[in-house]
């Protein structure tokens, strides 16, 4: 009885919350509906996470989470988004799903609120602050998801990077943001050089860019 119930509940949490993002950008009452319903859609997700059910029901839970954390995006409540998209990527690399599509799937979407969410960090908190460094950092843990290093490693290197700008070698985040990188260096194509000289090389390029970023908002004002 237990169970039949918690799936009616699964059925109503997937029927109320929807597959896009770009639903609760054209819709109000879309906005609304899900502010009714969010906390008891994770409650239903967060149970089944910890109910030891079956590699259908593990699916269906990654795809609650998922969609609870564009909701959350869509309300401007980021720092809830960020921790369920978090989740969502975290039960991935736990969970033994041969779905390969829906892992796909789910790590693509995530790399979409990412970039939604660095787009946000950039222009409010600027490109030399720990909030934008951990959006670099986000992204890059899809790409490690994705088995795409170079790329991971690229985004990875730019939050380590930022983070030295800041003065922040002693930030909790630093040695977590430093192994990633070793890691993604050690996976990735980079030719012909060790990773002093490469790192070195790519802290000038990240400040040419800043700079040059910098100018063309000025421009812009």
């Given amino acids: 009885m237990k169970m039949n119930w918690l799936n009616l509940c699964f059925e109503m949490a997937e029927g109320y919350i929807p597959r896009n993002i770009d639903v609760y950008d054209i819709d109000y009452k879309m906005r609304s509906r899900f502010t009714d319903f969010c906390s008891h859609a994770e409650s239903i997700a967060n149970h089944y996470s910890y109910a030891g059910v079956d590699e259908a029901e593990q699916k269906r839970t990654l795809h609650v989470l998922l969609y609870l954390s564009f909701g959350y995006y869509s309300i401007a409540i980021y720092e809830k988004a960020e921790e369920l998209a978090r989740a969502t990527l975290r039960k991935l690399g736990s969970l033994i799903i041969k779905d390969e599509p829906l892992k796909a799937a789910i790590t693509e979407k995530s790399l979409v609120w990412y970039y939604k969410d660095l787009k946000i960090c950039e222009n409010i908190l600027g490109t030399e602050h720990t909030g934008t460094a951990a959006s670099y950092y986000n992204i890059g843990t899809v790409f490690v998801q994705q088995e795409k290093f170079n790329e991971a490693l690229d985004w990875i290197c730019r939050a380590v990077i930022v983070l030295s700008i800041c003065n922040m070698n002693s930030h909790p985040h630093m040695d977590l943001f430093s192994k990633a990188l070793q890691f993604c260096f ?30 063309e908002g000025e421009q812009h004002d």
Avoid: L, P, Q
């Fill in 186 to 215: 050690g996976k990735a194509s980079v030719e012909n050089k060790d990773f002093e000289s490469w790192y070195s090389e790519r802290v000038e390029t990240y400040r040419c860019w800043c700079v040059n970023t910098s100018m």
